[in-house]
């Protein structure tokens, strides 16, 4: 490595021509302050000094604060004892790096030193023996040259590639626990299960929904299964609204699936998942708030706006002896965003009469 | 004292280098040489917020528990006594409400994330404006762009720990996105998930791939990175002395320890700081994740944005009769998700990637190029770099609109309209724009190594005349404005020989010289010696 | 060192400050507005004669001087109730001054008095909601714990999670909720205003509708974290980072890349 300094001499690499003008090589090097003036050094010195000193008072301030400050309940002290340990950081570190950026900024060596560049292609010699050696390498090992062992190579591949298998295949295998995807197609409503409140799981009169209103509702007995509770919940959840029966167009084949202007859709947003749940009573828009696709209420919530492209599916209802609001089946297709087999889980209503077995196709 | 010290310091060394010879790289890398620039730096904020991260994180690991199981939570946070939730949630609130100074080390490592990648992106920027991913420089360009994709995924997994409302709610998208892909992606969604969503399994796994793979993967290539700088030398911007030859700078030890050390500080300090006065991730607002709920402002981290502004974007009707979702021979293909998904961010990253050599090919240039470019010089890369920012943008706002509505008083479906037509149309009016400025740029440069500085002076002439005084360029000056290479569109071979025969790779050169004469058809030369010369000798006949 | 670290408190103190009283200012706010509708409880004939007057006056060339509405302009009013007419004149809403997406909260018209009026008549015309007591909004007996489950259920989808605000389609939006009083949040969730959907009793009950109040006051303690940047999400933090600590950064990179005089 040749490092030389910089003075005004052009070294040879300042001679190169670029349009027919020559590089006018390093410009002259201009000194600092504190390089003549030895009182602007001393000054420079004890500026870098005083900044080290900020650090050191910012460590105190923030192991104080740690020690001195009680956290309680409140929110206050909590915010409270972070800021001030924060600041104590926030000083002990700025201290040091504005210091010791001083320093080298007014202190130590600021004039430009130029260092030789090589071209990374190695020698050619160098690449010869590299070639050669590797030549020397196969003709050994029987890869190729003149004693090649088809055999070997071959084997040797195969057996390389199909080692990962022994690792990676039990290992996906496990992690997709029982990979029955067909999981997607049904929910865990069924005929005459109750639709219940969200989250504290108490049932609906019809009465209670007035129009105007939406309720979030989960299916009777989520909140008590044992196990895939969060699971069920994610693809059961409906909401349930009441229009003026005058404002609804009951979608065809669907005419006894609402019950007097109450009606509940899934609340798993067509496009990509997300629970829709801005509903505006006024438009009978509901908004998803993270892509915005729109769907029209009172009219089988079809797409209006945004990237959904199917409408909501909708939860056949009826109303039970007691008065409450129950599900006349499951859904009759697959709630959520859609997937290559959507449609193979698409039933015809096929729970409508199976009350106790939840298994679609 | 000192002398006993000198000599003790003196064994030591020498211990050491008997048993590894380290002498020899102390004396290589002590003088290294950097160059000086601000915009040099920016790659090293990266640097550092990662290096804040492993801090902050491993002091995190202290407290987090990575795991689903429900817990009741019962601590000192008034509006969660008695809720439900998982302990990685519950673990959260109490490291933020129950560890002194724990809250402090989830923003610092929070507002770090978010510096991290920002500071990634930035460094992309200028690497990309000044053409520094050009030879020698192309795979550790590629190294860096890996990086950028690692951070998004650390970034990401670790956003979702928490298991909040906010971030399962971007699970699911995820969720969502990943079962649309044809035929195997119902299997991945399972695979990830170990089940149907949410699963019990998914926040250990997150856990291990955000404190074990991502970071160890990101540990190793930022070694590749520096190594790879090490290798080829920084590159610097033009100024007389500087040429593809050399490299003009500061010794690395002691000015770059102190300038480079001291600037972790100060990135440590100022993230110290902001985490100090500003919440961040506020999970006890969101709540513990629960399928049903959801609130206004449902977004990702701003480096995922850009993929919910094009969710958002896509139209599931195209022009209210064409469905952005088919079903073919029974099987169901979404477009709505698949194109803002997967495959744009996919075009957009890997167009990103193979740029050195997309470049490469126009230029046709075999050598190394050590010297930085001005923008203004390239004004087909500026042009599609500014374009490739405006378009991020556009879809980084449309992730935004409903913020952007709420603050402005607009409609959200009006500015999702306006993107629709922007996302086409704006790219396009910035690389024209850009372009334009600098063609422009370069005029004036030429104006002023052919005519001087205006001095503001005037002066009258014999007979009447007033011109302003001109001040000639000092050989410094003009040297950077001059010392670019004039570069001409590719000249190809024909495509028969003499013979008549037809020449392979024909195509592949006409395909070069395309790109070339996008590249190079239109373009300001710098100025010669001789137009120079040419000049002067007029202003002498004034 | 104890005094060094009171320092630090000093310097940090306006923004505790700033947000102490913020609360302070609601926390008034809110004690001023239940002693009114306290008092709009006892209605007599004079009130609804008064209420009557008013409303020929300022509301009957949309609603009617009957109340009965006019089409495509102005709902009927016969029916909503004093809850109604105690939020929509109460927040400014009504009268309403100019057609927009939605109709705006401004500084209310009328005085209490007036406002418990025009409650009194349109109560008389048709069986409504009536306006809340003082007890069943106040905060210090609800749960926030039990409010917080339902506000995020059932509001946070629009209000944002902690009552913020956000976007709704085509312009209207959901309105921030932190400087709004606690008689009117419950007046809203009872009749259901504009684009809101309706939370009759049965489906949030008076407790509930306590506790989501209770929810909300909680929020004025500000976040432990310090600025809640607006509480709106990642889009505000994400800027405040490229802004702030970016921008903070590139700023000392500009000092460290100059050279020393």
Known sequence: MSTTENPTEHGPEGSEKQNGFENPGLPYHRPRRADVDPKADKKAERQVAALFGVSIIGTIVAIGSYMALDMTDEIDSIRFVNMAIGLGIFLAMIGIGLGAIHWAKTLMRDHEMVEERHALRSSDEGREGAIQNLKDGVEDSGLGGVKRRPVLVGSMLTALLAAPLALLWPQIGNMGADWNISNFGHTMWRKGMRLTRDPDGTPIKASDVTIGSAFHVIPEGLNELEHHKIEEKAKAVVLLLRLDPRDLNLQPGREDWSFDGIIAFSKICTHVGCPVALYEQQTHHLLCPCHQSTFDVANGAKVVFGPAKRPLPQLPIAVDDEGYIVAQSDFHEPIGPSYWTRLHDTSDGLHADDDTEGSSH | MGARLDSAAAGTANYIDERTSIGGFVKFFARKLFPDHWSFMLGEIALYSFVVLLLSGVFLTAFFVPSMTIVEYDGPLATMQGVEMSEAFASTLHMSFEVPGGLLMRQIHHWAALLFTAAIVTHMARVFFTGAFRKPRELNWLVGFTLMILSLAAGFSGYSLPDDVLSGNGLRIIEGVTRSIPIVGEYISYWIFGGEFPGEILIPRLFTMHILLVPGLILVLIALHLFLVFLHKHTQ??????????????????????????????????????????????????????????????????????????????????????????????????????????????????????????EAWATGDRGEKHVLDRPRNAPVRTGIGVALITFYVVLVMEGSNDIIANLFHLSLNDLTYFFRIGIFVLPALAFWITRRICFGLQRKDRELVLHGKETGRIVRHEHGEYVEVHEPLTDEERWVLIQHDDIAPLEIEPEFNDRGVRRKGYRWDRFKQWLSRIYFEKRISPVTAEELAEAQHEHGHH | MNALARHRYHRAAPVVLVLLLLGLIAGIAAAVSTASSAEATTATADDVTEGQKLFAANCASCHGLDAQGTDGVAPSLVGVGAAAVDFQVGTGRMPMQASGPQAIAKRPQFSAEEISQLAAYVASLGAGPAVPTAEQVDPELGDAANGMELFRTNCAMCHGSVGGGGALTQGKYAPNLWETTPTHIYEAMLVGPQSMPVFNDANIDPEGKRDIIAFLKAQDEGSPGGLRLGAIGPVAEGMWGWLVALGLIIASTVWIGARSS
């Open chain 2, 237 to 358: 911007y033009p100024g007389g002395g500087r040429t593809h030859k050399n490299v003009v700078g500061l010794p690395l030890f002691p000015v770059y320890t102190a300038k480079a050390g001291g600037f972790f500080f100060v990135v440590f300090g100022i993230v110290a700081l902001v985490a100090a006065i500003f919440t961040i991730n506020p999970v006890w607002n969101y709540g513990p994740y629960d399928p049903s709920p959801v609130s206004a402002g449902t977004q990702p981290d701003w480096y995922i944005l850009f993929v919910d502004g094009a969710l958002r974007l896509m139209p599931g009707w195209l022009f209210d009769v064409i469905p952005m979702e088919w079903e073919i021979w029974g099987y169901t293909l979404s477009w709505n998700l698949l194109v803002p998904a997967l495959i744009l961010p996919g075009l957009f990253f890997g167009f990103l990637a193979l740029y050195p050599w997309i």
